[in-house]
Antibody, heavy 121, light 107 residues
């Protein structure tokens, strides 16, 4: 059964870069049938899509995050990563990675367990 | 950028009643709209996609309707486990997404 696991620092200082990695267990990130995505949810607030990637490197980003976000894939490690630069307190959130079927783009399964990232000095 | 506006922000009902949740989009999205349920501490669960198609395993007391810019999620005969936050979401032909701000369904 496929499982996703986020990893990375739980505390990031303002103006620095948030870096998270999602490791895929029990399946291959190079499957041609899936995209891989990042979402976040600030405490007590709603869901926000951050971006998505295909294993070949094609990326899609939320325009509201502008050039601050970069998503990349490392097929040798079966991982994909998120970098969010120039963070502020507004970037404090639970960050989750997901798998997205190419032909059922509304179906996110599975989700990682999520990791809380706090932006604070 | 498409904006999704959900109403009401909070809906207070009792078990056995019917809930009606609305989602309005700033421009037409056809039928490319999904509804998700999220309980505290859990990942969102898809209920409806294509505006009106129930996802696998979703009880038939959940129904979705609408197209274009106006959408509705109806929950008949509310069960205690239905009290949660509900989000509408637009999805397109690529993996890009926009969510509404959510409706909290409370007892």
């Amino acid at each position: 059964q496929l499982r996703l696991q986020e990893s990375g620092p739980g505390l990031v200082r303002p103006s620095e870069t948030l870096s998270l990695t999602c490791t895929v267990f029990g399946g291959s990130i190079t499957s041609s049938s899936y995209y891989w995505g990042w979402f976040r949810q600030p405490p007590g607030k709603g869901l926000e899509w951050i971006g998505s990637i295909y294993y070949g490197g094609t990326t899609y980003y939320n325009p509201s995050l502008g050039s601050r976000v970069t998503i990349s894939v490392d097929t040798s490690k079966n991982q994909f990563s998120l970098r969010l630069s120039s963070v502020t307190a507004a970037d404090t959130a639970v960050y989750s990675c997901v798998r997205i079927p190419k032909f059922d783009l509304y179906w996110f399964d599975p989700w990682g367990q999520g990791t809380l990232v706090t932006v604070s000095s | 950028e498409i904006v999704l506006t959900q109403s009401p922000g909070t809906l207070s009902l009792s078990p056995g009643e019917r809930a009606t949740l609305s989602c309005r989009t700033s421009q037409s999205v056809g039928s490319s709209l999904a509804w998700y349920q999220q309980k505290r501490g859990q990942a969102p669960r898809i209920l409806i996609y294509g505006a009106s198609t129930r996802a696998t395993g979703i009880p038939d007391r959940f129904s979705g309707s609408g197209s274009g810019t106006e959408f509705t999620l109806m929950i008949n005969r509310l069960e205690p486990e239905d009290f949660a936050v509900y989000y509408c979401q637009h999805y397109g032909t690529s993996p890009t997404y926009t969510f509404g701000q959510g409706t909290k369904l409370e007892i």
